[in-house]
Nanobody, 127 residues
Framework: QVQLVESGGDSVQAGGSLRLSCVRT????????LGWFRQAPGKEREGVAA????????YYADSVKGRFTISQDNAKNTVYLQMNSLKPEDAALYYC????????????????????WGQGTQVTVSS
């Protein structure tokens, strides 16, 4: 099993920045694809970014390319999501999730086969 704990959510103004963190514990060596997802009220959960921790390969949704950066600190078993130039439409509950492999660009940002999920951290963006 893998445990995931997110933190870093906050309330910011449009144009601001936040860095989310996801600390992984447990059998992390078997689950090397870490994804960040978000869900706003009344909307489906959507993939934002993912990273394959073995080689650092990354995947981004078009809506966040150039503004968000996913990264990892293996010594701390932590995956980060740096979010810059935040927009009101970025407001949501952000989750991190883990699965064995990312499966390429077509599957990395899909909720499909993500086995473990954190509890989420809230991001609010005011205009």
């Amino acid at each position: 099993q893998v445990q995931l704990v997110e933190s870093g959510g906050d309330s910011v103004q449009a144009g601001g920045s936040l860095r989310l963190s996801c600390v992984r514990t447990g059998n992390i060596d078997s689950f090397n694809c870490l994804g960040w997802f978000r869900q706003a009220p009344g909307k489906e959960r959507e993939g934002v970014a993912a990273i394959f921790t073995r080689d650092g390969g990354t995947y981004y949704a078009d809506s966040v390319k150039g503004r968000f950066t996913i990264s990892q600190d293996n010594a701390k078993n932590t995956v980060y999501l740096q979010m810059n130039s935040l927009k009101p439409e970025d407001a949501a509950l952000y989750y991190c999730a883990a699965k064995p492999g990312c499966g390429g660009s077509g599957l990395a940002l899909s909720t499909f086969q993500y086995n473990y999920w954190g509890q989420g951290t809230q991001v609010t963006v005011s205009s």
